[in-house]
Nanobody
Framework: QVQLVESGGTLVQPGGSLRLSCAAS????????VAWFRQAPGKGREGIAC????????YYSENMEGRFTISRDAAKNTVYLQMNSLSPEDTAVYYC?????????????????WGQGTQVIVSS
């Protein structure tokens, strides 16, 4: 069974950068569609970006492209989310999700497996 573990969340100052990691066990994540979502306090879940299982094409939600970059390192069986120019509005729990193998869930979903989330706090 696929298990996803996010890491990299921490307290960061406004304007700073952070890279989140989504690592998988038991499966080769390279064959899976993987997405990043976030949920801010008191708000619903928001999609950020996804990467396809077939050719590593990437998709971004509106207003996410430019500051956020999703990428995959097959050798490390990990998908990353690079976040730049962070603001307090980016404070949230960030989740990765996966579906596969050879799923077409990116960009429209759904995703079968979710991680437990990693907390990002942007504050001075």
């Amino acid at each position: 069974q696929v298990q996803l573990v996010e890491s990299g969340g921490t307290l960061v100052q406004p304007g700073g950068s952070l890279r989140l990691s989504c690592a998988a066990s038991e499966v080769t994540l390279d064959y899976y569609a993987v997405a990043w979502f976030r949920q801010a306090p008191g708000k619903g879940r928001e999609g950020i970006a996804c990467i396809t299982s077939r050719d590593d094409s990437t998709y971004y939600s509106e207003n996410m492209e430019g500051r956020f970059t999703i990428s995959r390192d097959a050798a490390k069986n990990t998908v990353y989310l690079q976040m730049n120019s962070l603001s307090p509005e980016d404070t949230a729990v960030y989740y990765c999700a996966a579906d596969g193998p050879l799923s077409d869930s990116c960009p429209s979903g759904p995703y079968e497996t979710w991680g437990q989330g990693t907390q990002v706090i942007v504050s001075s």
